[in-house]
């Protein structure tokens, strides 16, 4: 690939999880199907720099003074998740050990303003990681590295090369929430990846709940449930979270929208408080490596796909208890349940309501 046209000072980042990888390359555009390995070869103009998915395998500079990069990742990789960032950036290279003892470059690329806000907020990003593998198990992609590209659009999951654009502005609860979402989809959309669209909420539900984790670790339980507050306003629950047939992403996007974020996030909270905090923390883990002898691969092996089943069955396994009722009435239907108060004599009474045909017998 050639490229040749006009960036301005932020480059050209390009994404696409929406319209699928089919924009630029042909492929399959449905999340069940994964390229095994991919090759991007890009020449550019001086000083530009291209960034992307796994290793860099060369970048050879040319008499006209053009340079052709070269990147390959062996991982197997969604077609949403190939992306590349071209820009004047500049490369702020790094190393971080791994839960396992794996050293792996941890680079950033950023644009020349941004060196010094960009070098200050690695120590931060190295935390969040490791966050994640205290709770999931080690990053998946280790045998390549962790990148951070500069983007002025806000943040994608590309795999291994996140595209960054908060600005450095942090969040509410003294962390940057966008590198830290970002970052957990490494786990939940690449390592463990979603087989149609209507298990979208696996990948923001359980993202967005990591988060919440995450405020509650750095600030304590006040953080935390001020987090759930704030999310909580902006679940609509008009249409169930996971539709009863294959859905594509337009679908996901003009029905459940957000619910998908704040919704899938809230189920989590809910089963915590059904379950325990020690068991929700088991049942993450072990959805990210259900056989700890994955944890020790280098080369993908752990990659799969999952829908809303094999969630619930981890959670059946984890916690030993049948919680379809729990499912049922949060994730199959679009109605949260009701809680019904009344006088009887000198007795209050408190009741349940949920969807018809729908039970909740652990909950009143």
Not at 22 to 33: A, E, M, T, V
Request: glycine residues 8%; contains cysteine.
């Amino acid at each position: 690939m050639v490229y040749d046209g006009g960036m301005g000072k932020h480059g050209l980042p390009q994404t696409m999880q929406g319209e699928g990888g089919d924009l630029w390359f042909p492929c399959k555009d449905h999340p069940s199907d994964k390229a095994e390995r991919v090759d991007l070869k890009i020449s550019v103009p001086e000083p530009l720099v291209v960034a992307a998915n796994g290793k860099l395998i060369s970048s050879s500079k040319h008499s006209d003074g053009w340079t052709t990069f070269h990147w390959r990742t062996s991982y197997p990789i969604s077609n949403y998740n190939i992306a590349l960032s071209i820009g004047p950036y500049e490369w702020i290279e790094s190393k971080y050990t791994c839960i396992d003892g794996t050293v792996m470059p941890f680079h950033f690329w950023t644009l020349p303003e941004s060196r010094q806000k960009a070098e200050e907020a690695l120590p931060e990003f190295k935390r969040h990681m490791a966050f994640y593998e205290r709770i999931l198990g080690p990053y998946p992609f280790r045998n390549e590295k962790y990148g951070v590209v500069e983007t002025p659009h806000l943040g994608m999951e590309h795999q291994s090369i996140i595209a960054y654009g908060n600005k450095f502005r942090g969040g509410p609860h003294g962390y940057d929430w966008l590198h830290h979402h970002e970052l957990g989809h490494e786990w939940w959309g690449n390592l463990v990846t979603a087989n149609d669209w209507r298990h979208f909420w696996l990948h923001e539900g359980l993202c967005t709940y990591m988060q919440i984790l995450y405020a509650e670790e750095r600030q304590g339980m006040m953080a935390y449930h001020h987090a759930m507050y704030v999310d909580r306003k902006r679940i609509k629950s008009e249409h169930t979270l996971v539709p009863a047939e294959p859905a594509s992403i337009d679908l996901m996007d003009d029905q459940v929208g957000e619910d998908v974020y704040f919704k899938g996030s809230w189920i989590l909270h809910t089963l915590r408080y059904l379950i325990g905090k020690k068991d929700i923390e088991r049942v993450l883990h072990r959805f990210a490596y259900p056989d700890s002898d994955l944890e020790s691969t280098l080369e993908g092996q752990a990659i799969r796909f999952a829908g809303t089943q094999d969630f619930i069955d981890t959670v059946h396994q984890v916690t030993g208890r049948n919680l379809d009722w729990f499912f049922d009435v949060y994730l199959y239907n679009a109605p949260l349940p009701r809680l019904i108060e009344r006088l009887q004599g000198a007795q209050w009474i408190l009741e349940w309501e949920v969807p018809e045909g729908c039970s909740f017998p652990h909950a009143s």
